[in-house]
């Protein structure tokens, strides 16, 4: 979907990848680099759970870990992203 996300002033935060009616997933293919920074951003721009999915990361990967260490929830697997957005 990518929608623009803005700050109060009119500014632009980041853009969305994917928003429902109780979550923002933000996808990033490839590395994920700069995803912890990305989950951040969105979290001060709305009041909705804001997770990831990394499709191309294995949980144990640096990205992964340093975005799980600040509290996000991050998924490598469409089956846990998928049961993840089934139970909120």
């Given amino acids: ?7 109060p002033n009119g500014s632009k935060l ?3 990848d994917i928003e429902l009616d109780t979550i923002v997933i933000q996808v990033k293919s490839g590395s994920g680099a700069k995803i912890t ?3 951040i951003n969105t979290s001060t721009g709305t009041d909705k ?5 990394l499709p191309d ?3 144990t990967s640096h990205v992964v ?3 799980l260490r600040e509290g996000y929830n991050v998924f ?3 089956e846990s ?4 957005i089934g139970a909120h």
């Fill in 1 to 7: 979907m990518n929608t623009d996300l803005y700050r």
């Fill in 14 to 16: 980041t853009d969305i």
């Fill in 37 to 39: 920074r990305q989950l």
């Fill in 49 to 53: 759970i804001v997770i990831a999915y």
């Fill in 57 to 59: 990361r294995t949980p």
């Fill in 65 to 67: 870990l340093g975005a």
């Fill in 76 to 78: 490598t697997d469409l």
């Fill in 81 to 84: 992203l998928l049961a993840f």
